[in-house]
């Protein structure tokens, strides 16, 4: 287990020296995720690919899950303080002998904030599902969806709040995989 956390870690810190990317790591009393993304601009010259982002996650509960993913995320024009994203994820985890894998669609949306005097803040949803057909071994379904709030303490570092509920459907069993709220934080390059 610590080799794979360390693993995600390394993986994650050359992701986060690229362009465009962050790496965080959220707590709670039960569980850890470390998570990281970058954008795919680093790999062209050409500005199309300046949205195209992958990301990977770990999270440290009674079973382990580890997902990862590519998505587009823009901004609507003329509405640069929100943006929406969509994409594919691959998701691993296993739960007594049963094994899980899945490839939920991905849907999300953010919001910059401006609190009056308060550092600069994001609001964001996101929503991952996979129907039995993009479910393999003993999977049947994947929901997932997260409500997280971070604000700008200092310069290239966010704290940030958030809940998330992931359902790991088995054919045989329904497994409420993660129901909680965490606190962490970011380091991130724009």
């Keep these: 287990m610590k080799k794979l956390i360390l693993l995600l870690l390394i993986i994650n810190l050359n ?5 465009k990317a962050s790496f965080g790591l959220n707590i709670n009393t039960d569980d850890l995720e470390v998570e990281g993304r970058t954008s795919l601009a680093f790999t062209t010259n050409d500005p199309v690919y300046r949205n195209f982002y992958v990301d990977a996650n770990f999270i440290n509960a009674d079973d382990t899950l580890f997902g990862f993913g590519l998505f587009v995320e823009n901004s609507p024009i003329n509405y640069q303080n929100i943006a929406f994203s969509i ?3 691959a998701i691993f985890t296993d739960n007594g002998n049963d094994s899980f894998t899945a490839i939920p669609i991905m849907l999300g949306a953010k919001a910059r904030m401006y609190l009056g005097n308060l550092p600069k803040s994001n609001l964001g949803v996101k929503f991952a599902y996979a129907p039995s057909p993009l479910t393999f071994q003993d999977a049947d379904s994947y929901f997932e ?3 997280e709030v971070d604000m700008s303490i ?4 966010n704290i940030y ?9 088995y054919a045989n069993r329904d497994v409420n995989y993660n129901d909680s709220m965490y606190v962490g ?3 991130v390059l724009d």
């Design 15 to 19: 992701i986060f020296a690229m362009d």
């Design 87 to 89: 994409g594919l994820r």
């Design 145 to 147: 969806y997260r409500v």
């Design 154 to 157: 200092i310069e290239n570092v």
């Design 161 to 169: 709040v958030g809940y998330r509920n992931i359902d790991t459907n």
């Design 185 to 187: 934080f970011k380091f």
